[in-house]
């Protein structure tokens, strides 16, 4: 008999590197060959929100509802262990990101649902925004994903050697 947590399932909205085509959808296909994800089609949040690109070419939806334009992105169903993976790469432990409740629709408006997105972390993800001046994307395409920058290939300037802290150093210059 399958493990219950396996079968529960959470709808995750992604936005950014983890889309069709952008560096990081090696993953989530990756989760789908090992049935951990299943790919729902394109959707778009239902409330405006800031999407900012950050060091590194990093996209980040910055938790302030109302702000900016309507995100598109992608709708995934996500076990729990596939979950793992994804709170590994955006770093949900250490602070880069915070997994949490959103609105979405389908593209054509049809199809309403709660989910959750990788915002980022309360610490800084307003003070990004403001940096940015308050200018934020609907959508994070192709062209932003050039200049991504993956994990192992980032340079590390703090002296603690986090990359949580690079931010809180970008954040400050």
Same mark, same amino acid.
């Given at each position: 008999?399958?493990?219950?947590? *396996?079968?529960? +399932?959470?709808?995750?909205?992604?936005? !950014?590197?983890?889309?069709?085509?952008?560096?990081?959808?090696?993953?989530? &296909?990756?989760?789908? $060959? &090992?049935?951990?994800?299943?790919?729902?089609?394109?959707? $778009?949040?239902? &409330?405006?929100?800031?999407?900012?690109?950050?060091?590194?070419?990093? #996209?980040?939806?910055?938790?302030?509802? !109302?702000?900016?334009? %309507? @995100?598109?992105? *992608?709708?995934?169903?996500?076990?729990?262990?596939?979950? @793992? +993976?994804?709170?590994?790469?955006? !770093?949900?432990?250490? =602070?880069?990101?915070? +997994?949490? #409740?959103?609105?979405?629709? $389908?593209?054509?408006?049809?199809?309403?649902?709660?989910? *959750?997105?990788?915002?980022?972390?309360? %610490?800084?993800? @307003? %003070?990004?925004?403001?940096?940015?001046?308050?200018?934020?994307?609907?959508?994070? $395409?192709?062209?932003?994903?050039?200049?991504? @920058?993956?994990?192992?290939? %980032?340079?590390?300037?703090?002296?603690? =050697?986090?990359?949580?802290?690079?931010?809180?150093?970008?954040?400050?210059?």
């Amino acid at each position: 008999m399958a493990d219950k947590s *396996e079968s529960k +399932r959470t709808l995750i909205f992604t936005y !950014g590197t983890l889309k069709h085509g952008l560096p990081n959808h090696n993953l989530m &296909q990756d989760l789908i $060959s &090992q049935n951990d994800a299943v790919y729902l089609g394109p959707f $778009s949040t239902q &409330q405006p929100y800031p999407l900012v690109c950050g060091l590194h070419g990093i #996209p980040y939806l910055i938790n302030l509802a !109302g702000s900016g334009n %309507r @995100v598109k992105g *992608e709708l995934y169903s996500v076990s729990s262990r596939g979950l @793992v +993976r994804l709170d590994e790469l955006e !770093g949900t432990s250490i =602070g880069h990101y915070d +997994r949490l #409740p959103i609105q979405v629709q $389908s593209e054509d408006g049809a199809v309403s649902k709660d989910g *959750e997105a990788y915002f980022a972390n309360s %610490r800084f993800g @307003v %003070r990004l925004w403001e940096k940015k001046g308050k200018v934020g994307m609907s959508e994070y $395409s192709l062209r932003e994903g050039r200049e991504y @920058v993956r994990i192992v290939d %980032r340079v590390i300037k703090s002296k603690s =050697g986090s990359y949580v802290d690079d931010i809180a150093l970008f954040l400050s210059s």
